[in-house]
């Protein structure tokens, strides 16, 4: 494999041309989609007009006259078509973080409705060790506000599956790893915690707009997502939840099934009376009012996704995975790389790492480059393809950047510099 | 009083000056602001500079090279100045709704800690029937979460005080009613909240911006507040949390204490553990990754209220709402308004409200007019006076059209038109 041949690629790619559709700066490699998505030009008007007409001109009333009012809904709609959900069975609020305590909170009370004789002591909620963080945080505080004596039991990520028992609870996993990249099986996990009596919680952070996902086809319960990663909504950009039709019909006469409850939940806000009865819908996953500016870029940013097709996407997403480890092996062999993600791409979401004894400081030596994705502590450099944007030749580039990087022992003079990044 | 001289009024007003940092439609007298506050013109730039700059070219590097990672602190501080809070004792997430969950639970968290000997079972949260419904239905979902017999007692505005006993756990309020723009003294019903052995949760949405607080003077234990009203973030800004120093420091080895556990609210974030460990202040009362647009164009907003001075702002508000409370009162003598906000303007808001047998075709009658307020059920008309951008000519222009529509009873005419309208 040559650059050039990288490069032939780039001319018979079919979803080339949407690369255009994004504000790129010059001179930079950009293997971060999965921290945070690029800037879709349309985003740019869009906000604009939000900004200067809907809000600045419009003022109140463009809660009806712009639609405000519908937005979480209707961006809600277009990402189900990327998730394998209904329309009616997503919407847009809060965060991921957030919004998974509103899932889990009703996964585990429809656990504990259930008579008490099928349940056996069903205190288990059953995730893996290196779930992320923040999904293993929410789950803790849950436990502890809800006082019950549930418990969490953290697994490896390839033991879930056995792991599953008649005391689980709740199956609470992210589809693709943060760190890694690795992807469970929706349907085979969810088929078997069925079996087993429980309920499957999905994070799709990284997963939505770069994997295709069937929440339906496989039976899945809840589901969170983030919209700010492959999604293309902008820093801190509103998430998404998804809650199974069967679930909403369980919970209708169950007021605090969703225990956020706030005044978008209710089946009638501007009615302003003092007692809580949510919307019989998804709307009762809404609680406060949402910000208009960020919920108008998330929807540019999914329609990036939409006009491309997930399924074109996921074909891309591979070449580009595979082509990546293929050149990396190939330049970087004997200079202290193990591919931390795995090798078979069915198995794997849209980023490749691997793993090094000083990754941090190589990580830093290739930003300096302008190769830009990121270091997972503790010894990962991590790089994500967000098929959207990223080209045969950028991985190319950012193969041969690590090459010299560490060929040259280029990350030995990194100086050691704070980095947050964010996943 | 002549429009001649509410124009002369406003030739005389030192923040007349202010008006022109705001994009206003022209034709259009806005006394929405309570609802959504205006758009000050440094928001457009600003937010197309963090969308083209900073997301689009800065990609993933801006969470440190623009400082997105402070923003919820450095716009929590400036808003600090605006209602008597340590800078380190405010920061900005979430909704209003989410925050007064987080601290609604940090209060009942405290109060169960203590001695039960003291407690004689203090498990009511006591409030007022006319309080935002959001509210209430928070603290509802809360009593039904925790599931330890909590329970919500509302009486009317002004026999709180009286309601407050060794029962009472927390004293939850909002300083500036909703509807009537009606304002209870913070210092007496804490101080009377604090004898008795209850704790206050103030929801500051209608009174930051407009009405100076000072919650440390008051020894006030928790406060939220929202940032689209007066304080001009835009729609669905984010809101902002207030939790006082001693609090934060009582907390401090109880993980839990703010249930909504969430990666950015612990010590270490980007250390990626899997046991969630709190930050040992504010930021524990951040959960998942904020919108940095959103909370950029809410620090532009403060700062046009931060730059006319809340004591000024408040000298100003007086001033229209007394005027406007006269000029209607003169004008529309006999046509079936009756004044439902209190005339002492030491007791009330920034907002005047009369009630009328149609308000609802009132109001509609009002907005074609251009004079856009809001109709509150059953049968409130409201007018919020934001003073950064409200002139005495709006005010005088604003009773004309009202009595205009009353007199020549317009608001037959008005057809019923379906309006959704966001506080």
Not at 27 to 36: F, H, R
Request: charged share 20%; with cysteine; proline share 4%.
């Amino acid at each position: 494999m040559t650059r050039d041949e990288c490069i032939a690629l780039d001319a018979r790619d079919p979803l080339a041309a949407h690369r255009d559709k994004f504000s790129l700066p010059e001179g930079i490699v950009y293997l971060d989609g999965n921290s945070l998505g690029a800037l879709p030009r349309a985003a740019i008007e869009r906000v604009a007009r939000v900004v200067e007409h809907e809000w600045g001109a419009g003022l109140i009333r463009s809660w009806n006259a712009a639609r405000w009012i519908d937005l979480p809904r209707r961006v809600g709609a277009k990402i189900a078509h990327l998730i394998g959900a209904q329309t009616h069975e997503v919407m847009c609020a809060d965060s991921t973080s957030i919004n998974l305590f509103k899932v889990l909170s009703t996964a585990l009370r429809l656990q504990g409705s259930r008579p008490q004789a099928s349940l056996r002591e069903r205190k288990v909620i059953l995730s893996e060790k290196t779930n992320f963080p923040t999904d293993l945080y929410v789950a803790q505080g849950i436990v502890d506000v809800l006082g019950q004596g549930h418990e969490i039991r953290l697994v490896e990520f390839d033991q879930v599956a056995d792991a599953i028992d008649d005391r689980t609870a709740v199956v609470m996993l992210t589809h693709v790893n943060f760190r890694t990249g690795a992807m469970h099986s929706m349907q085979e996990l969810t088929s078997r915690a069925h079996s087993a009596g429980a309920l499957t919680v999905w994070d799709l952070s990284h997963s939505a707009g770069a994997v295709p996902v069937d929440l339906n086809g496989a039976a899945a319960d809840f589901a969170v997502g983030c919209g700010y990663k492959y999604l293309n909504g902008g820093p801190g950009a509103p998430a998404f939840v998804f809650v199974a039709s069967r679930h909403l019909a369980a919970i209708a006469d169950d007021t605090y099934a969703q225990p956020l409850a706030g005044w978008l939940g209710h089946h009638a806000p501007f009615e302003f009376v003092a007692e809580y009865r949510p919307a019989m819908s998804i709307d009762r996953y809404a609680v406060g009012t949402p910000s208009i500016v960020a919920l108008s870029a998330l929807e540019v940013g999914v329609d990036t996704v939409l006009s491309a097709g997930i399924d074109a996407l996921r074909v891309k997403s591979i070449a580009l995975t595979d082509l990546f480890i293929e050149v990396v092996e190939q330049r970087c062999a004997a200079l202290g790389l193990s591919l931390a993600s795995p090798r078979n791409s069915s198995l794997r979401g849209s980023q490749v790492c691997f793993s090094h004894p000083h990754a941090y400081a190589v990580m830093q030596a290739l930003i300096q480059r302008g190769v830009i994705g990121d270091f997972r502590a503790p010894d990962i450099v991590r790089f994500g393809f967000a098929p959207l944007y990223v080209s045969y030749e950028d991985v190319w580039d950012a193969a041969e950047a690590l090459h010299q990087v560490l060929a040259e022992r280029e990350w030995q003079r990194t100086e050691f510099q704070t980095r947050e990044a964010v996943t």
